[in-house]
């Protein structure tokens, strides 16, 4: 054989070769195969997506929108509930998981077959959802400061947001509430940013422990976990007046040393996501912030997951919202927000970020770094490989022991602020055996009230046909003798009262359900008939008040008539922990992690401030210890 003809040969073997491996490539793409390192399998996927494609990963739509048709035409990257959003009236695990196949499977019959993200608000438990364990909102939880009990919680939470086929939450809010008079507070865990920081150890119960050598790496540890959401990104609770979506007025100092520092850890813990606030900062909102989203999150604290947008939040650039749309929509994609939840008007928003990306108004660059982020996600927690739910976390939901930490985590949330009047002995733990109690208040048997914004809807409900859970009522009877009667009125009056030869009485007051702006108050009173409850009962016998609410409110004008009183913020379904330490079967242990005001004329106030003059000061809280069966 010649030279020319050994060299013809040659050729034809590596043409072969290129030949096979192309085919190879072709049969079986680097970005399926999860052997891969993840570098390597963003970059194959990207470099085969179409525009098309890339922009339908930053589009996160709603599920009643969310058709097999909309998924594939618009290569759709995620879904989402908003509050109440749900596939049926409480709709069983297995309703959920259809629900969320369903939509999976539209998603995997594109060309590509990039698995969508469906997410939820799991704020306090998996609180959407009929049946599962509701755990005290965040206001309770700081309480505690037990970073390891919002471990278990977290835990716990993302194995019944799996139990419905879902892989992500929007948690945890991480604001630092600074004034109670914000219809949010109750979702912050302290006006200390000490306390915030420590909570974020809710992030790897939700995700899972991130390995040592990843820090600032996203980071999920599989089908029995959930990619969390920090919110909302930065300086929500600081707003003037306490005015939901207003404006934080704060120097350098205030952001970085307040309102930051619970980001820092989030970050570190590998948290998967992080939404933006609706607020604004010094007048820019927060959604068009390129300084503090790309510049201080992403550049300087090296965060690479994905920034979301909250709901329509690129809309409410503007006020009035979507005054204009275009220029929003160039402001939050520049400023560096990766995943638009839009949720709605899906087609407005590919039609106009196309349109901006063709005129060179937004850079490939841009997108190519939010695809980038979205994808690093959906791939970190095996979403290529396992993309359909199954029901294999379905008995999860409410679970005993799910309910069982719940219920350490109310008794743990509780603060005794008064415990006798002057001069006498406390009236706290109260006897098991006596012969007659009486409970009273709006509060008393109702499990919406207790439970408070985000259950189910999303501003809550009232009444006990929401969900499965104990009130406090059914809580007081299962703990007392068998031997005691106990007598429930809602609103006695005081006749009643001092003819019933009571041996004492709980009266359980408060706020009613809210959520977001709907919950900002300006002057912070418990629902009447409250304080003529207060007044008819406290005035004839001896009485506790537990006051179920979302923050501190007006209390003052009533202490000196009560006995006890207890804060037992918005305790979720498991009322038995308010009746584990008021009947001493645990001691009260909690301290406060906000100030109560004496009147909403000091407010904001926080601890630290020059004119601190509080009814009870922040970290207060008096101990009892069991009773001695």
């Known amino acids: 054989m010649g030279t020319l003809s050994k060299a013809l040969l040659c050729l034809l073997l590596l043409f072969c070769a290129l030949a096979a491996a192309a085919a190879d490539d072709e049969g079986a793409p680097k970005y399926k195969d999860p052997k891969q390192p993840l570098g390597a399998r963003i970059r194959d996927l990207m470099n085969r997506m179409t525009l098309p494609e890339k922009i339908g990963q930053m589009v996160q739509i709603e599920r009643t929108v969310a058709t097999p048709d909309v998924m594939k035409n618009y290569f759709i990257g995620s879904v989402l509930s908003g509050g109440g959003s749900v596939p049926a009236p409480k709709a069983t695990p297995e309703a959920w998981v259809n629900m969320v196949n369903e939509i999976q499977k539209a998603a995997l019959s594109t060309r590509l077959g990039i698995p969508m993200i469906y997410g939820i608000d799991a704020v306090h438990g998996h609180n959407n959802v009929y049946g599962a364990t509701i755990f005290p909102h965040n206001v309770g939880l700081g309480v505690t400061r037990d970073p390891m009990l919002l471990k278990r919680i977290g835990e716990a939470t993302a194995l019944e947001v799996r139990a419905t086929g879902i892989p992500y939450a929007f948690a945890p809010c991480i604001a630092v509430c600074r004034d109670p008079r ?30 040592t050598e990843r820090r600032g790496v996203p980071f999920v540890g599989g089908k029995s976990k959930v990619a969390a959401c920090a919110k909302h990104f930065v300086g929500d609770g ?8 207003n404006n934080t007025v704060i120097d350098s100092n205030g952001l970085f040393g307040i309102h930051m520092p619970g980001y820092y850890n989030a970050v570190n813990k590998g948290v998967a996501t992080i ?66 939840m839009v949720p709605y008007n899906y087609t407005e928003f590919i039609d106009e970020i196309n349109s901006q990306i063709k005129k060179n108004l937004i850079p490939m660059s841009r997108i190519d770094d939010a695809v980038k982020r979205i994808l690093r996600v959906k791939f970190t927690m095996g979403l290529f490989e396992e993309p359909l739910a199954d029901l294999s976390f379905a008995n999860q939901l409410g679970s005993k022991e799910h309910r069982e930490l719940a219920r350490e985590a109310v008794r743990k949330s ?19 055996t006596t012969g007659k109690i ?23 409900l009232n009444g006990n046909d929401l969900t499965v859970g104990t009130t406090i009522l059914a809580a007081v009877k299962n703990t007392v003798a068998p031997t005691t009667q106990v007598v429930y009125n809602q609103n006695p ?12 009485a709980i009266v359980v007051v408060g706020e009613p359900p809210y959520a977001e702006m709907y919950g900002d108050s300006t002057n912070l009173t418990i629902s009447e008939p409250g304080p003529s409850t207060i007044g008819n009962v406290c005035g004839a016998v001896k009485c506790v008040v537990v006051v179920v609410s979302g923050r ?17 913020w918005l305790p979720g379904t498991e009322g038995q922990g308010v009746a584990d330490p008021l009947f001493g079967d645990y001691g009260f242990t909690g301290k406060l992690a906000r100030t109560w005001f004496k009147s909403v004329k000091q407010l904001p106030m926080n601890v630290g401030d020059q004119h601190y003059d509080p009814l009870y000061p922040f970290g207060f809280g008096l101990t009892t210890q069991p009773s001695k069966l």
């Open 414 to 432: 509780l603060v005794l602020l008064k415990n006798g009047k002057k001069g006498d002995k406390p009236l706290l733990p109260l006897p098991k």
């Open 552 to 568: 501190p409110v007006v209390m003052e004008p009533y202490v000196s008539t009560i006995d006890a009183l207890v804060a037992a």
């Open 438 to 460: 009486l409970v009273a208040g709006t509060h008393a048997d109702n499990l919406g009230y207790q439970c408070g914004g985000w259950t189910i809807t999303w501003q809550g």
């Open 275 to 340: 939404m933006v606030s609706y607020s604004a900062l010094n007048g820019l909102r927060m959604h068009a912030h390129k300084e503090l989203v790309t510049g201080y999150l992403k550049d300087k604290l090296k965060f690479r997951g994905f920034v979301i947008s909250d709901w329509q939040g690129i809309d409410r650039i503007t006020n009035p919202p979507h005054l204009n749309y275009s220029s929003s929509l160039y402001a939050g994609i520049s400023a560096g927000i990766d995943m638009v």
């Open 493 to 504: 009056d005081a006749n009643f009262v001092k003819s019933g030869k009571f041996d004492y």
């Open 238 to 245: 600081g707003t003037v007046g306490g005015i939901d979506e």
């Open 182 to 211: 914000w219809g949010r507070c109750y979702e912050s865990y302290s006006e200390d940013y000490r306390i915030v920081k420590e909570m974020t150890e809710i992030i790897p119960g939700l995700q899972g422990d991130l390995p």
